[in-house]
């Protein structure tokens, strides 16, 4: 099961939207662009994912469903899938981590996680 983990790399690029944003509302949005990197010899099929975040007050939440932005993509060895969506938060700073939920070409399915990653507005940390 570790050498299945371990063939999926997962990396994050995060934005703040300002111009959605609303901080005298407590109104944070972030887009994240998730690229996740299939490194291993078959194919392999993202079926759920289940994300974290953490706001900066330590307030939870988890999201959980299908696949990504409507998608339950297949990814073939040596390449990559990408996509950007969105969350809002409570306070300018927040962390998210989670795992995709992914199944082989042969039915095993395994957990590829993802570490987690900042989300902040601009100026807010030095």
Same mark, same amino acid.
């Given at each position: 099961?570790?050498?299945?983990?371990?063939?999926?790399?997962?990396?994050? *690029?995060? =934005?703040?939207?300002?111009? %959605?944003?609303?901080?005298?509302?407590?109104?944070?949005?972030?887009?994240?662009?998730?690229?996740?990197? &299939?490194?291993? =010899?078959?194919?392999?099929?993202? *079926?759920?994912?289940?994300?974290? +975040?953490? =706001?900066? &007050?330590? $307030?939870?939440? *988890?999201?959980?469903?299908?696949?990504?932005?409507?998608?339950?993509?297949?990814? *073939?060895? &040596?390449?990559?899938? %990408? !996509?950007?969506?969105?969350?809002?938060?409570?306070?300018?700073?927040?962390?998210? %981590?989670? !795992? !995709?939920?992914?199944?082989?070409? %042969?039915?095993?399915?395994?957990?590829?996680? +993802?570490?987690?990653?900042?989300?902040?507005?601009?100026?807010?940390? $030095?």
């Amino acid at each position: 099961m570790k050498q299945l983990e371990s063939s999926i790399r997962i990396e994050v *690029k995060t =934005d703040y939207i300002e111009e %959605q944003s609303s901080p005298e509302e407590e109104r944070y949005l972030f887009s994240y662009t998730i690229t996740i990197i &299939n490194l291993g =010899d078959e194919a392999v099929t993202l *079926k759920s994912r289940m994300w974290c +975040i953490t =706001d900066a &007050n330590g $307030h939870e939440s *988890k999201v959980e469903g299908a696949g990504v932005v409507g998608e339950t993509p297949t990814i *073939k060895p &040596n390449t990559a899938y %990408q !996509y950007t969506s969105g969350t809002v938060c409570e306070t300018p700073f927040a962390v998210m %981590q989670g !795992y !995709y939920v992914m199944v082989t070409e %042969q039915g095993e399915t395994f957990k590829a996680p +993802i570490a987690p990653f900042r989300l902040a507005a601009p100026g807010l940390l $030095h």
